[in-house]
């Protein structure tokens, strides 16, 4: 079973941590971040491009698309 810790329980691990292991977790942690962005653009791209084949969106330009936001 998977154990689920508390922000905080999390931050007090890390302070017990040395400062090279610190640094070496922020790297992990920020690559880790930057890979799922990565999973969830390709994701939303995916979804775009099925509604855009499905016919649900159709392309605009900028400035019709300006004039839709501001109404």
Same mark, same amino acid.
């Given at each position: 079973? #998977?154990?689920?810790?508390?922000?905080? #329980?999390?931050?007090?691990?890390?302070?017990?941590?040395?400062?090279?292991?610190?640094?070496?977790? @922020? /790297? @992990?942690? %920020?690559? %880790?971040? @930057?890979?799922? %962005? %990565?999973? /969830?653009? !390709?994701?939303? @791209?995916?979804?775009?491009?099925? /509604?855009?084949? !499905?016919?649900?969106?159709?392309?605009?330009?900028?400035?019709?698309?300006?004039?839709?936001?501001?109404?």
């Amino acid at each position: 079973m #998977e154990s689920v810790f508390a922000f905080g #329980e999390v931050l007090e691990v890390v302070d017990k941590l040395s400062l090279e292991e610190q640094e070496t977790l @922020i /790297e @992990i942690v %920020r690559r %880790r971040v @930057i890979e799922r %962005r %990565r999973e /969830e653009l !390709a994701k939303e @791209i995916q979804d775009a491009q099925k /509604e855009f084949q !499905a016919g649900h969106c159709h392309p605009v330009t900028p400035d019709e698309l300006m004039t839709e936001i501001l109404l």
